[in-house]
């Protein structure tokens, strides 16, 4: 009787990576080209990992310079994003994402033959946005290519993707800092065509686009008016803007909080959390997509919000190093709950003709968070109290939760009358 039971546990165990995987199945050829070129392309994003570091160390600027340029890099990107939604919905997605794609893969080539040259930054900042430019029409592309009813299965895997090489590539871009400067552009270079080479031969559009219900069906107005006169978008929007406000302080504040609580162990305390944010997102991904697979977006992101309150809340603490640890994991999973929900919703409100460009408007939204959240970390941070910064991103977190799930009221009731 024992030998028969621990026979069937040990096959109930054997059967779960198949019934976690059973959803993925069928995705095509196309899909899978999408996801291995994006997790080449995101593992090569080498100089954007260690642009500060570059500008810095190679060409000597001081930080308020370094900022500037920053600054600057996310404001082209902002700018690509609109322009490639525009270009991809009149001349193709897939080939406005292999233009964009091959000439920010072209600028790189050429920076790596002057790395030392003073408007070599310039040069950064007019790449950037090609790179920001392309980044929104890969949403657009598997929106194209998913079927309906696997778009979310579609986005948590791209998520995945994209989370794989984020994971690897600073390790190889460390290395390539250290010893040549030039190969680090080449490298980011090379991978990004290698990207283009896969999509090219890879990804086949469909002649006709998925749409799930009649509001994806084509809208005759211009984008930016199609786009405004969806008030649940704008909605969405703003919601967009306050998630990404929030999250952006796990790039500035959280490295602060963690230099400033951990001393001289700060830097390789940030790496060892970082490295513990990728390995979560890596190993949870896939079981937790599948968990919330019947869950509608808002209702996810409203979810997603409440493990921000208490992992953002929780650094309002004096903590050790396995206090952040716990925080990073419990904020981690907020992290992938969100992710692979918003894609989702955002496709299920857009007309086919112009779902590049709504992901460009969309893009735009996070990046605006991405500005603002520093800006505004900076300024809590004035007199050095850490945790009026993080009680007040708590405190962000728990207004856009709630406001998710008033949102995710509005959006079923919408869904109900479409049906």
Known sequence: MNNSRLASFGSSLAGIPARLLAPYRGLGTSLWSMFFATMINRFGDFVGSFLALYLSRVLGYEAARVGFVISMVFTASMAGSLLSGWVADRTGRKEALLMFQSAGAFINLLLSFMVHVPWAPALIVFGSLFRG?????????????????????????????????????????????????????????????????????????????????????????????????????????????????????????????VSHVMDKAGPRSMGYLMSLNAVVVILFSIPIARLLRSWTPLSCMSLSGLFYVIGFGMLAMRLSFI?????????????????????????????????????????????????????????????????????ATAAVCLIWAFLAFVVDRWDRRILAYEA
């Open 133 to 257: 430019g392309a980044r929104p029409l890969i949403g657009a592309v598997l929106t194209d290519l998913a079927p309906p009813e696997k778009r979310k299965e579609v986005f948590g895997l791209q998520y995945w993707s994209i989370n794989v090489g984020v994971a690897l590539g600073p390790l190889v871009a460390a290395f390539l800092f250290e010893r040549s400067i030039p190969w680090l552009f080449r490298g980011d270079a090379f991978t990004t065509l290698l990207s283009v080479l896969l999509i090219s031969q890879g990804v086949k559009m469909p002649k006709e686009t998925h749409v799930a219900s009649c509001l994806e069906h084509h809208d005759g107005r211009g984008a930016f008016r199609a786009f405004v006169s969806r008030p649940i978008l704008l909605a969405f929007a703003g919601l967009a803007v306050l998630s990404s406000l929030t999250y952006s302080q796990t790039g500035f504040g959280l490295p602060m909080t």
């Open 323 to 391: 206090g952040f640890a716990v925080s990073t994991v419990i904020w981690t999973t907020g992290e992938i709950v969100s992710s692979i929900n918003m894609g989702v919703f955002l496709a299920r409100h857009s007309p086919a003709n112009w779902r590049a460009s709504f992901q460009s408007f969309l893009g735009v939204c996070f990046s605006a968070g991405w500005v603002i959240g520093p800006l505004t970390g900076g300024w809590l941070l004035g007199g050095g109290n850490y945790a009026l910064l993080w009680l």
